[in-house]
């Protein structure tokens, strides 16, 4: 109903049911209906995302770029606009994908290298580094070509608009396969959570868990970013909020954040739509704003969110 051009709810119920004018259904079925299911697949992968991230490095700040992952994609779109010219929406999805896959599998080879096995800190540390590089260096070609990376900056932004089922459905696939990978992490997460000597007690193969950790997350934060850029904070405020709801288990806090992110999402992306309209302000954006004093009271919590 909430847009650049309102309707009232008779006409998008009309429009919904195959009894709506010629443009109402353009407004409803080609744009409205096919942003808010970018919405619920973004935003379900990046809260499983981040509720991984938090479980799997035991960091209650964590969050899906922490690993490079949005810094990996936006260099990846960068470099692809830079050297092809494509402008398409749903040509840019793939590079940004597999930006975001090769980042992430960089910086685990980085926090794995020298002695011993990867721990969360040296990839927590691997993944600052390269991020800021890939950032660095994507900056400088944005600033470079500023009418060639104009698509690119509404990207950059976090952005739901114009985000159609041709766009949506090819990273639908990889973000079910991350989803179900993530749930089936629950128990051994929770195990993990005591310490990497009482999860080996218990049975818990440690190294193939952390390692099918960072697979999930590098499908569901990849294909999240790739398919609506970078939403800040929304990995990081809803596995926060689901915690203090359920509890520490990890096969309740998995699933309720899938359900509880597309609700912050689709909130974050109505309120851009009214705050100046009729023009917009991205989601990314609208969530950054809502993410900043949330990670502050997080940071001023720190006994209410530990794992």
Do not use: K, Y
Request: proline share 7%.
């Amino acid at each position: 109903m909430i847009g650049a051009n309102p309707l009232p709810w008779h006409a998008v119920w009309a429009s919904l049911t195959g009894a709506g004018t010629p443009d109402t259904d353009f407004v409803v079925q080609g744009l409205r209906v096919p942003r808010t299911i970018a919405g619920i697949v973004a935003g379900a992968a990046l809260g499983v995302a981040g509720a991984l991230m938090q479980a799997f490095s035991r960091n209650p700040l964590a969050d899906p770029g922490i690993l490079g992952v949005n810094a990996g994609a936006a260099f990846a779109v960068a470099l692809t606009v830079a050297l092809f010219g494509i402008q398409s929406s749903l040509l840019l999805v793939w590079p940004a994908f597999l930006g975001a896959l090769v980042v992430t599998v960089a910086v685990a080879l980085v926090g794995s290298s020298g002695r011993g096995p990867a721990d969360p800190i040296r990839l927590t540390l691997a993944g600052v580094a390269v991020g800021a590089v890939l950032s660095g260096i994507t900056s400088g070609m944005m600033l470079s070509n500023p009418d060639a990376f104009d698509l690119m900056r509404g990207w950059n932004a976090g952005s739901l608009l114009g985000r159609g089922l041709d766009v949506v459905l090819p990273v639908v696939p990889f973000i079910a396969v991350g989803l179900a990978l993530a749930f089936v992490l629950g128990r051994a997460l929770n195990a993990l959570a005591l310490g990497d000597d009482l999860a080996r007690a218990q049975g818990i193969p440690v190294g193939a868990v952390r390692v099918a950790s960072i697979a999930a997350i590098t499908v569901l934060a990849g294909a999240a970013t790739a398919l609506v850029g970078p939403l800040s904070f929304v990995g990081l405020m809803v596995p926060h909020v689901v915690r203090w709801i359920v509890g520490p288990d990890q096969r309740r806090i998995l699933p309720l954040s899938a359900l509880a992110a597309p609700i912050v999402v689709l909130l974050a992306d109505v309120l851009g739509r009214v705050i100046i309209a009729p023009a917009e302000v991205p989601a990314g954006i609208v969530t950054a704003f809502v993410g900043a004093p949330v990670l502050i009271a997080l940071a001023r919590r720190r006994r209410a969110s530990a794992l």
